[in-house]
């Protein structure tokens, strides 16, 4: 079978010592266009502010991105995230009030564009955890409402999985019916206070899953690669991208998305993967395609 190569191409995290990360639309939607001419056959999106290249919550971004891939002609599978709105800072006097920076909204507004846009999947995060000094809180509650507008909008969920709790309660609501299975996981490795980049760690994570799942992973930095492989040698898809890594390898910064995807690929071959074209990886995944 191939294997799904997704690229995950600007974030929400602030860009530091890699220019080559695209924050306008149009860049972001010609650096996914060029992923998938380089092998990838899934984008995974965030849109930012083009004047200040924070993170962005809004919709008219989300649909100029998604507008410029599907007028271009490429078939490429579009992964917007709905995990922006999560972040939530302790006020330094009150605790209990937001501080600057927080961005913490209703699961409607974070999943907005999804269903205004339609697209094939979408980003479901299960984790509530740390990054630095801010909360990232998704109750299962917001992970239900998320999943309910993704199932109208007919798109296919991402799980994303930062640790064997979030497997859990991801389990837990496929149980509940609040989430649709089987289900497509996907294991964040590498990020501090989530899971380790290990072997043991992706092999214990793996085993978790309901029989029936299908399954990527990927490593944060300089995991990116190591992990990549490793999710090959244990059966998984896999992903690379300027949101998870900005090096071609130590030292030499990538100059756009498609070089760590074309990376990405040599490696897949080199391990007897070849890889999935968007249409092999609808069938894969079970997306209608649409004219939308």
Not at 110 to 119: C, Y
Not at 150 to 166: M, P
Not at 241 to 263: C, F, I, Q, S, T
Request: aromatic share 6%; charged share 20%; with cysteine.
């Amino acid at each position: 079978m191939p294997t799904i190569l997704t690229c995950a191409v600007t974030g929400g995290a602030p860009i530091q010592n890699n220019p080559a990360v695209p924050v306008t639309p149009k860049d972001i939607a010609q650096q996914s266009i060029d992923a998938s001419k380089a092998g990838a056959a899934v984008a995974h999106i965030h849109v930012r502010d083009p004047k200040t290249g924070r993170s962005s919550m809004e919709l008219a971004h989300y649909r100029e991105v998604v507008e410029r891939i599907r007028d271009s002609g490429s078939d490429i599978v579009i992964n917007l995230t709905t995990g922006t709105g999560a972040a939530f800072f302790p006020g330094k006097d009150d605790p209990k009030v937001a501080g600057p920076g927080t961005e913490y909204e209703t699961p409607e507004v974070r999943a907005r564009h999804v269903a205004a846009l339609k697209p094939d999947m979408c980003s479901l995060d299960f984790c509530t955890m740390w990054f630095r000094n801010r909360a990232f809180i998704n109750s299962p509650e917001h992970i239900a409402a998320i999943a309910k507008t993704a199932k109208e909008a007919g798109t296919v969920t991402e799980l994303e999985c930062f640790d064997a709790g979030d497997i859990n309660l991801a389990k837990q609501m496929m149980s509940d019916g609040l989430v649709a299975a089987p289900a497509f996981f996907q294991l964040v490795m590498g990020v501090n206070y989530g899971s380790a980049a290990t072997t043991e760690t992706m092999m214990y994570l793996r085993n978790l899953m309901p029989p029936g799942s299908t399954w990527a992973a990927f490593g944060i930095g300089p995991h990116a690669f190591p992990m990549l492989a490793q999710a090959l040698l244990l059966g998984g898809h896999v992903r690379v991208g300027l949101e998870d890594n900005y090096y071609l390898e130590k030292g030499v910064k990538a100059p756009h998305n498609a070089a760590l995807v074309e990376k990405g690929v040599a490696i897949m071959r080199s391990l007897g993967h070849e890889p999935a074209t968007p249409a092999e990886a609808r069938d894969i995944l079970r997306i209608t395609k649409r004219n939308v």
